[in-house]
Nanobody, 114 residues
Framework: EQLVESGGGLVQPGGSLRLSCAAS????????MAWFRRAPGKQREWVAT???????NYLPSVEGRFTISSDSTKNTVSLQMNSLRPEDTAVYYC?????????WGQGTQVTVST
């Protein structure tokens, strides 16, 4: 079982990025899939969840700006991030969980700066 994130980078405030999480051995339509982030000097923070490919929830500070989605044919989960702010700067992690099983990716850096 493996999760691999991609799509991070440097973007100016107000810009957009799309993160992707490729899952191997983990059917994204059968797991709760989530994105977390860890900003410098802070604890890891939950950002968004998609369950069974349909039901979504968001951290209030990102709701309306970020959109989580999944593609069962490609077995991927994405996080579209718009109107990015400097406070969104963090390492973003993909997570899959079901019951006692929980898997994490290695993370991808997102930096929002001029």
């Amino acid at each position: 079982e493996q999760l691999v994130e991609s799509g991070g980078g440097l973007v100016q405030p107000g810009g957009s990025l799309r993160l992707s999480c490729a899952a191997s051995g983990i059917p994204v339509s059968e797991y709760s899939m989530a994105w977390f982030r860890r900003a410098p000097g802070k604890q890891r923070e939950w950002v968004a969840t998609i369950a069974r490919g349909l039901y979504t929830n968001y951290l209030p500070s990102v709701e309306g700006r970020f959109t989580i989605s999944s593609d069962s044919t490609k077995n991927t989960v994405s996080l579209q991030m718009n109107s990015l702010r400097p406070e969104d700067t963090a390492v973003y992690y993909c997570n899959a969980w079901q019951g006692r099983e929980s898997y994490w990716g290695q993370g991808t850096q997102v930096t929002v700066s001029t």
